[in-house]
C-alpha cells in the first residue's frame, strides 16, 4: 500500500518526505515559485520548464518517488515531458537533457523546411520541364486531318 506521497524541499533545496497534509499544504502555499521552479528557459516558440512536483508521480510503490518534472510548451516538442526522482542536480541534468532535444528538433526542422522548398522548386522546375516537352511534341504531331493523310486514306 501506498505511504503519504507529499514531499517538500528543506532549505538546502533536497525534497524529504512530509507525513503531514497540512504542514505540506502551507509549505507548498507559502514556499514561492521560487522554491519549486528549478529552471524556466524560452527557447523561440518553445518554453521549457523544470518544477519540483511536491507529489510523488510514480504509478507504484517501488522505485524512488518522481518528484521533478521538465515540459515543454510550444514548438515541435510541444508537451514533451520528462521526470525523475533524485535531486536538484539530477532535474538540473534532466532540463539540460530536454534542452538539447529541443535545440535538436528546431534544427531538424530548420533542415525540412529547406529539403521542402528545395523539393518543391525541383517539382516546380520539372512541371516546366515537361509542359516545355508537351508543347514540343505536339508541334511535332501530324494533324489527323491533313490534307495528305486523307488522300492516303480513299
Known amino acids: 500500500m501506498k505511504t503519504s506521497g507529499h514531499y517538500i524541499l528543506n532549505k538546502d533545496g533536497e525534497p524529504q518526505r512530509c507525513y503531514d497534509l497540512l504542514e505540506w499544504a502551507v509549505w507548498y502555499e507559502h514556499a514561492g515559485r521560487r522554491d519549486r521552479i528549478v529552471k524556466q528557459e524560452t527557447i523561440w516558440p518553445s518554453f521549457i520548464s523544470t518544477v519540483f512536483l511536491g507529489l510523488d508521480h510514480r504509478w507504484t510503490s517501488r522505485g524512488s518517488p518522481i518528484?521533478?518534472?521538465?515540459?515543454?510548451?510550444?514548438?515541435?516538442?510541444d508537451s514533451e515531458q520528462c521526470r525523475c526522482s533524485g535531486s536538484r542536480e539530477q532535474a538540473m541534468a534532466m532540463h539540460i537533457k530536454l534542452i538539447k532535444q529541443v535545440r535538436l528538433a528546431r534544427r531538424s526542422r530548420k533542415i525540412i523546411k529547406w529539403a521542402f522548398t528545395a523539393?518543391?522548386?525541383?517539382?516546380?522546375k520539372r512541371r516546366d520541364r515537361r509542359q516545355v516537352l508537351r508543347l514540343i511534341k505536339k508541334s511535332k504531331k501530324v494533324d489527323p486531318y491533313s490534307e495528305s493523310d486523307v488522300a492516303e486514306k480513299f
Open 67 to 77: 518528484l521533478w518534472e521538465t515540459m515543454v510548451f510550444g514548438g515541435p516538442l
Open 119 to 124: 523539393w518543391f522548386y525541383w517539382l516546380k
